[in-house]
C-alpha cells in the first residue's frame, strides 16, 4: 500500500477549519487514503459559490471536491461550478446532503443563573456584553424571527414576505451595535471559547468539542436549535477525473455519512438535562434551515444583508 500512495497524486478537498476537518481528518480522510492509495490534502475555506469560481478560473483541475453548505451547492450548480448528475427521481443535480450539523446558542455558564432563550439573547440591558452571529442572512434572519415569537414551523412563511423580511431586519436593528460577526464554524467557536462574546449562535460540535474544561464553561439551548445541512460537490473542472468522481461517490455513501455522524459530538450532556428539568428527554426535534427557500432567495437577501451589516 505504500508503494501504491507514492505512485498515485493526491487528492485535494476543500473543507471547513476547526472541528469539522478535524473529525473528517480521523473517520474520513485518513481511511480513504489507506483505502485508495490517494494522499488526501485537505484545504480550509469559507463555502462561498465566489470562493469556488475564483478557484476554477485561476486554478483549474486543482481540486478533487468540495464541502458546502447545501444551499450554496445548488447555487454553485446553478452558476455551473459543479457536476451535475442524475439521481434516483430523474432530477438533475449536484449533490446529496452528506452531513446534518445543530447551530445553537451556546453561553458562558458563570454570567447566568438560569439557561437564557433567544429573548434574553436580545435582553442588552439585563446581560450586557458582545453577542456573535454569523455575517449571513442564513441562520441569522431565522434567529431574529425565533427571538421575535415566531414559531419554527412559521419562519420560511414569514420570511417570504416583505413585511416578514423587514420584522426580522428590525430585530436584528435592536442588537447590531453588539454583534461579534463570524464567517466560519470554526471562528464561531474560537469568539466563544476566546471570551469575544457572551453569547453566541455556534455548531454545538465546536463547542462539545472543545477541551473539557472550557466545554464545561458553556451551556448550549439545545431547545429551537437549527440544523444546517451540508454536502459534497465535484468542481466542473474534475468532472472527467475518474479519482476525484470516486473519492465524492464514497464520501456520499451512508457508511461515510454515518461515521461522521457518530464521530461528531452533538449529543447534550449529562449537566445540560439536569438544568432543562427534563425538557431535553426526549431530545427536541432541530429546525432543518430550508435549503430551497434560500437557495432561491439568497441573492437578493444577502444584498440586503451585507449593506445592513456595514452600516456604520
Request: proline share 7%; glycine share 6%; hydrophobic share 40%.
Given at each position: ?66 464541502m ?67 455575517r ?5 434572519l ?7 415569537g ?39 467557536g ?28 458553556f451551556?448550549i ?61 426526549p ?30
Open positions: 500500500m505504500a508503494a501504491r500512495t507514492h505512485a498515485l497524486s493526491s487528492l485535494t478537498v476543500l473543507t471547513f477549519a476547526g472541528r469539522i476537518a478535524q473529525t473528517q481528518k480521523k473517520v474520513l480522510f485518513a481511511p480513504y487514503s489507506r483505502l485508495s492509495g490517494h494522499p488526501l490534502r485537505g484545504k480550509v475555506w469559507n463555502g462561498e459559490p465566489r470562493a469556488l469560481r475564483q478557484q476554477e478560473e485561476h486554478a483549474p483541475h486543482s481540486l478533487a471536491t468540495v458546502m453548505e447545501c444551499s450554496s451547492l445548488q447555487i454553485a450548480c446553478d452558476m455551473g461550478l459543479l457536476a451535475k448528475e442524475t439521481d434516483s427521481h430523474n432530477q438533475t443535480v449536484c449533490s446529496t446532503p452528506s452531513a446534518s450539523i445543530d447551530y445553537a446558542m451556546a453561553w458562558d455558564r458563570f454570567r447566568f443563573d438560569v439557561p437564557p432563550g433567544w429573548a434574553d439573547f436580545w435582553d442588552v440591558a439585563r446581560h450586557p456584553g458582545r453577542r456573535s452571529l454569523r449571513d442572512p442564513r441562520t441569522t431565522e434567529i431574529a424571527l425565533l427571538a421575535d415566531i414559531p419554527a414551523d412559521a419562519l420560511y412563511r414569514v420570511l417570504s414576505s416583505h413585511d416578514g423580511l423587514n420584522r426580522a431586519f428590525m430585530k436584528l436593528d435592536q442588537i447590531r451595535p453588539y454583534i461579534a460577526w463570524w464567517s466560519t464554524p470554526e471562528e464561531a474560537q469568539i466563544l471559547l476566546s471570551g469575544g462574546a457572551l453569547m453566541g449562535l455556534v455548531p454545538t460540535g465546536e463547542i462539545l468539542g472543545a477541551q473539557s474544561d472550557s466545554g464545561d464553561k451551556g439551548r439545545w431547545q429551537q436549535r437549527l440544523l444546517v445541512q451540508y454536502g459534497w460537490g465535484v468542481p466542473r473542472h474534475a468532472a472527467h477525473n475518474n479519482a476525484c468522481l470516486a473519492l465524492t461517490s464514497w464520501l456520499e455513501q451512508p457508511a461515510q455519512k454515518q461515521a461522521f455522524a457518530n464521530a461528531w459530538p452533538s449529543l447534550p450532556s449529562m449537566q445540560d438535562i439536569a438544568a432543562a428539568g427534563g425538557a431535553l428527554s431530545l427536541p426535534p432541530a429546525t432543518v434551515v430550508n435549503d430551497s427557500f434560500w437557495s432561491q432567495n439568497l441573492s437578493t437577501i444577502a444584498e440586503r444583508f451585507h449593506r445592513w451589516a456595514a452600516r456604520p
